[in-house]
């Protein structure tokens, strides 16, 4: 197992954007949470440190616990690449989707097992009884069995899921079950994803993902800095020569250094062409190939002078996500297959993400340079570069599906397509956010204000507080309600 290095991140950022009544009351909530988990360690486990949104969420959220006082601990599980190659097709399955193909049966169920058995036999040196754990995703939820022997008090985080039940999502279910027995509270992004079937309902609880917005990937960045940054990783023609810094998660400064590396027939970007991004995972679930497919049938693109950036981190450093390396091979080879002139307008980005700051500061740089941002899911938990577009007060175009339609009302935040397969319905919203640049602002600054009343990493921690909250004032046979961290966790009250 590995243990990420975590900092200690001040609570008191939030003051320029909350009230000061706002804020006491906030840090009252968490100092009673404080005295009441003293002595005991709430760990959180997961995957991977790197490469998505689960990550990211998972570090800020604990350096601000940290912050305030509160003893959490991160680790992460290793594995050899058949138990990640299983994982993902788990994965796909509670997505609703075939994945690869390959089987959920008895012997992925023995590398199941014996791979938790593994990362467990470390981590019970340390997690002492009472000791509050919560495991994200299905990855390392065959360690719950023995924790919960450990005496630990377990909540199981699931970031993923799909709104209908199918038999790829019966499937995988079945599978993940028995590892959820005698958990405390199961916590979903959303109420549909919860398959009761299997769950006891009164152990759901619903609390949407969050963004920090003070991170590397979300603070604020002065236009130079957005040219001097995407200019030094060679995506835009450079126009200033200097000033790719930015603030690290610690408050430290940090500066770009490294380089993107590029797919693509030209050189960089003009800096005031439009340009169209996606940023996402290498995952087909992403639709990586539909968005080209659709940029490429796009006449108000070509109109435009619109180019398309598709970025993803660096397939090297996600070592959860075996099919990214293989889904970037096809992306490549269907771009190749484009016209001359369609591929000269569309770059494909593979950020590095040997320092986690600097990559989410290139994400950052991205995003705000975009004219609009994309999310072409096929599937999706919840769509956290949609969070992350909406803050930058970027119109967003995306499909309905799982999370993404909790966060956009279709013609207000930003664009919603309703088949995500329907590339002339994807043409059409194209269309007009590229020729209704005042109407896309306009989504954009109401996007903006959605993020700052329900999406915020605050808000996140007091939902968590509450529910740690509700279940220890519950026996173990109690019901929990499912909405009372939603309830009481929001600082506007």
Not at 208 to 215: E, L, T
Not at 315 to 327: K, L, R, S
Not at 444 to 463: A, F, K, N, P, W
Request: hydrophobic content about 45%.
């Amino acid at each position: 197992m590995r243990y990420p290095e975590l900092t200690l991140l001040p609570m008191e950022r939030y003051s320029t954007l909350l009230s000061a009544d706002k804020l006491r009351r906030v840090m009252a909530r968490f100092a009673v949470l404080r005295v009441r988990l003293s002595g005991r360690a709430i760990w959180n486990v997961s995957s991977t440190a790197v490469g998505g949104g689960v990550a990211e969420m998972v570090r800020s959220l604990l350096s601000y616990a940290r912050g305030v006082g509160v003893d959490a601990r991160w680790a992460v599980i290793d594995g050899p690449p058949a138990f990640f190659r299983f994982t993902k097709r788990l994965h796909n399955a509670i997505h609703g989707s075939v994945g690869d193909g390959s089987p959920i049966g008895d012997d992925e169920r023995t590398l199941y097992e014996r791979v938790s058995a593994i990362n467990m036999a470390e981590l019970a040196q340390m997690v002492r009884p009472r000791d509050l754990v919560i495991v994200h995703d299905p990855q390392p939820a065959g360690m719950i069995p023995a924790l919960l022997d450990l005496g630990a008090e377990v909540i199981w985080r699931c970031h993923i899921g799909h709104d209908d039940l199918n038999d790829e999502v019966d499937r995988g279910w079945r599978f993940l079950a028995p590892y959820l027995q005698g958990v405390r509270a199961c916590v979903f992004s959303r109420a549909a994803f919860a398959p009761v079937a299997y769950l006891d309902a009164k152990r759901v609880a619903i609390i949407p993902p969050s963004i920090d917005p003070f991170s590397a990937k979300n603070q604020p960045l002065e236009d130079t800095s957005v040219r001097a940054i995407l200019g030094h990783v060679g995506l835009i023609t450079r126009t200033v020569e200097c000033g790719c810094s930015f603030v690290r998660e610690d408050g430290t400064p940090g500066r770009v250094d490294r380089v993107a590396d590029v797919v693509r027939t030209g050189g960089p970007i003009p800096a005031t062409a439009p340009v169209i991004v996606q940023v996402s995972r290498w995952d087909r679930l992403k639709d990586p190939g539909g968005v080209l497919e659709g940029f490429a049938r796009s006449e108000a693109a070509r109109a435009h002078g619109a180019y398309l950036v598709l970025a993803g981190p660096t397939t090297v450093g996600v070592g959860d996500d075996p099919e990214g390396a293989t889904t970037l091979v096809d992306v490549i080879a269907q771009w190749s297959q484009l016209s001359s002139e369609v591929r000269e307008r569309i770059h494909l980005a593979s950020l590095p993400t040997a320092d986690t700051d600097e990559n989410a500061a290139m994400v950052n740089a991205l995003q705000r340079h975009a004219t609009m941002i994309v999310q072409k899911s096929l599937h999706e938990g919840f769509g956290l570069t949609v969070t992350e577009a909406m803050w930058k007060a970027k119109p967003v175009l995306a499909t309905a599906v799982g999370g993404i339609q909790d966060q956009i009302e279709d013609g207000v935040q930003g664009l919603l397509v309703k088949d995500p397969k329907d590339l002339e319905a994807f043409d059409v919203a194209l269309a007009r956010l590229l020729d209704r640049p005042d109407e896309a602002c306009r989504m954009g600054e109401r996007g903006h204000t959605r993020v700052l009343e329900r999406y915020l990493g605050l808000d996140s921690l007091l939902r968590f507080g509450s529910l740690i909250e509700a279940v220890e004032d519950a026996s173990i046979h109690a019901p929990l309600d499912p909405l009372a961290a939603e309830r009481a966790g929001t600082y506007s009250q």
